[in-house]
């Protein structure tokens, strides 16, 4: 596997070995062991999220304030538009953000840290998107930063206007947001 750190370096992209022919393909998409290898700690997943969404749906950003959870997130069918936000006041990146773009042709995961806020945009007709968790969900927990908070500057492929959910046309500015100490 193939590990890049982005331009927040906790924020991870892993890109698995395809074995293809003309068969068709292969990959180990995770592996506890060579993944903890090569992120250099140990990690432990407690939930699987496995999520099929139409075009332009867009996810987030969520986070948890206690319980928090730690993503590793791929898409099995679809492309989209995946983001990952740093909302800990304390860390030197506060407010900033990544955005990545795995597909089912690419492979490719992202390794969002623990209280790291976290959200996707559909690109393709549709999306499923698959999500181990380090930490089981928290309803109550669970915050939500609105997607086009002006002050985060989120540059998302959006054509045309968001499908977004209940709970997502309810999040509140990040500066109005609780986040970590």
């Known amino acids: 596997m193939e590990i890049v750190r982005l331009s927040i370096p906790d924020v991870l992209r892993i890109t698995p070995r395809v074995f293809a022919d003309e068969r068709?393909?292969?990959?180990?998409?995770?592996?506890?062991?060579?993944?903890?290898?090569?992120?250099?700690?140990?990690?432990?997943?407690?939930q699987d999220n496995h999520s099929t969404s139409v075009r332009n749906v867009l996810r987030g950003l969520h986070y948890q304030v206690r319980q928090t959870q730690g993503k590793l997130v791929w898409v099995v069918a679809g492309r989209v538009f995946d983001v990952a936000m740093d909302p800990r006041r304390s860390s030197p990146r506060?407010?900033?953000w990544v955005g990545e773009f795995p597909s089912a042709d690419n492979k490719a995961q992202l390794l969002v840290p623990e209280g790291f806020a976290h959200g996707f945009l559909v690109l393709s007709e549709s999306a499923d998107v698959v999500y181990k968790l380090t930490e089981y969900y928290a309803p109550g927990q669970e915050r939500c930063v609105v997607w086009n908070d002006r002050a985060l500057g989120i540059a998302r492929p959006l054509l045309g206007s968001p499908r977004l959910s209940a709970k997502d046309e309810q999040g509140v500015r990040f500066e109005d947001a609780e986040y970590f100490p």
């Open 94 to 96: 506060f407010e900033q």
């Open 24 to 46: 068709g393909m292969v990959y180990e998409s995770f592996h506890q062991a060579r993944f903890e290898e090569a992120v250099g700690r140990k990690v432990s997943f407690v």
